[in-house]
Every structure is written in structure tokens, then in C-alpha cells.
């Protein structure tokens, strides 16, 4: 199952990224159980109109079937509102900066660690809320200027392809990704326990010019890839790090 949707990754170009399908299945593993972490990535996928990336969402929508929460340009209330006190996936297309965006950068930036916003009411009362999920967010550009930021997403870029294999990407049908979204559950879901333990010992690892934070976002996918497919854990983490662009140093 993990390697069928692979092979269905690697058809998308991502830049200078051999292995980003490997991580982009595992992190589509850790959103399966994701209120499970104890930190939770965020995902930004970025590229050129043409690259894919509404192709790429449609995919995952149709992997996660009733679980996907797939919307444009949403306002902060409407997307919390959405939410509710369910676990759905959320996958964020045409994220193009506009009068919402830093609104709900600020509710994402929450599901890290599960904080808590707090708002004051009319009553002398407060309102509280956060979420607890792994977003994926999609766009030419994110706007992610502040290191925080930087560090909370694992950000991949789609290149669009030229020549004959332009404007040719078709997803597999409802009923095809439908299955194969159930059989990456039950994977998931068998290996989350296993991967909890190995995510802990990879937060540790420590990769020349690579943000701690940025390791123990990578630590998700990679426990759980690596638990999932029997890799190593170690040399899976840093496969996943050599598709992203190095943070410090």
C-alpha cells in the first residue's frame, strides 16, 4: 500500500526532491492518526501555476474520502467552525496571501503542540479554542517570513512539467483511491503505537544545518514510514531531510 501510493507520488516533478513522495506518504500516515503525535507537523506545498498541486490535493481528498476537509482561501471562523471537535484531515488549497491568511496562519500554528487560543467575550468570559491536526496548505507562495513559521512547516515544492508530459497528470479513480485510503489506514493504525516510540528517539537525532524543530517535525513522517515499511529509522529521517532546504547553519 505505502509503496503503491509512491509510485502514484513520483509522478508529480518536485524540485531537487527524489524522495519527497516517500515523504509526503509519510505524512499522509501521521494524518491518519494524527491527534495521536505529540507534536504535529504542518505541511506546505508550494509551485508554479501548472506544477499540480490542485491535482495533488484532489489525491489526498481522495485517499482520506469522508476524513478530508479540502477547501480555497478560507476565512479563520469558518475554517475553526468547520473543524468542529473532529479530526479531519485539512487540506487548504490556493492559500495565496488575501485578508484571511494571517488569521488562519494563526489558528494552524496551534496544532503543534494542541495550544490554546484565548479570546475575551462581551460577558467578561473568554472563549478558547485550537486544533490538534496536521494541515496541508497549498500555494504559488505561503508567506512563511517568520523562523517559527519556517520550522513548524515541511515545505515541498512542485516544479510543472514541460513537453509531452504537460497538463497530463489524471488521478486514479474514486473508487481506486477510496480503497487504497482504507488499506493506508489500517497501516496507520497498526503502526502508530511502534512509531510514537520511534518518533521520540529520532527528536534526538541532530542533522548539520538543520533546525531541532524542523528534526522533530521530519520525526513524525519518518517513524512512521520507517515502522510502516521496515526501513531504519535514522536513514529514513535523513532521506526525508535532504528534501527540504536546510534551516540553520
Not at 485550537?130 to 519556517?150: M, N, S, T, Y
Not at 515502522?227 to 526525508?240: F, I, N, Q, W
Request: net charge neutral; glycine share 10%.
Amino acid at each position: 500500500s505505502v509503496e503503491e501510493m509512491v509510485s502514484h507520488l513520483a509522478r508529480w516533478k518536485w524540485r531537487d526532491g527524489y524522495g519527497a513522495p516517500a515523504l509526503v506518504a509519510g505524512l499522509t500516515l501521521a494524518s491518519w492518526v494524527q491527534t495521536l503525535w505529540r507534536w504535529r507537523p504542518l505541511v506546505c506545498l508550494t509551485g508554479e501555476s501548472g506544477s499540480g498541486k490542485s491535482t495533488l490535493f484532489g489525491y489526498l481528498a481522495g485517499l482520506f474520502g469522508g476524513l478530508a476537509l479540502l477547501s480555497c482561501k478560507p476565512s479563520e471562523p469558518g475554517l475553526r467552525q468547520a473543524i468542529g471537535d473532529r479530526a479531519p484531515v485539512v487540506l487548504i488549497d490556493e492559500f495565496e496571501n488575501d485578508a484571511h491568511r494571517r488569521k488562519v496562519l494563526e489558528l494552524l500554528r496551534t496544532s503543534g503542540t494542541g495550544t490554546k487560543l484565548l479570546r475575551g467575550t462581551p460577558g467578561a468570559g473568554h472563549v478558547e479554542y485550537g486544533i490538534q491536526h496536521i494541515c496541508w496548505v497549498g500555494a504559488i507562495e505561503v508567506g512563511l517570513d517568520r523562523q517559527p513559521d519556517r520550522n513548524r512547516y515541511l515545505s515541498l515544492e512542485l516544479v510543472a512539467p514541460h513537453g509531452p508530459a504537460c497538463n497530463r497528470l489524471v488521478n486514479p479513480t474514486e473508487a481506486v483511491l477510496g480503497e487504497l485510503g482504507e488499506r493506508l489506514a489500517a497501516v496507520a493504525i497498526w503502526s502508530v503505537t511502534r512509531a510514537r516510540e520511534v518518533a521520540a528517539e529520532l527528536r534526538q537525532v541532530q542533522l548539520d544545518g538543520y533546525d531541532p524543530r524542523t528534526i522533530e517535525s521530519l520525526s513524525v513522517p519518518a517513524s512512521i514510514y520507517a515502522v510502516a515499511t521496515g526501513s531504519v529509522p535514522a536513514e529514513t529521517l535523513a532521506y526525508m531531510a535532504a528534501q527540504l532546504e536546510p534551516s540553520s547553519g
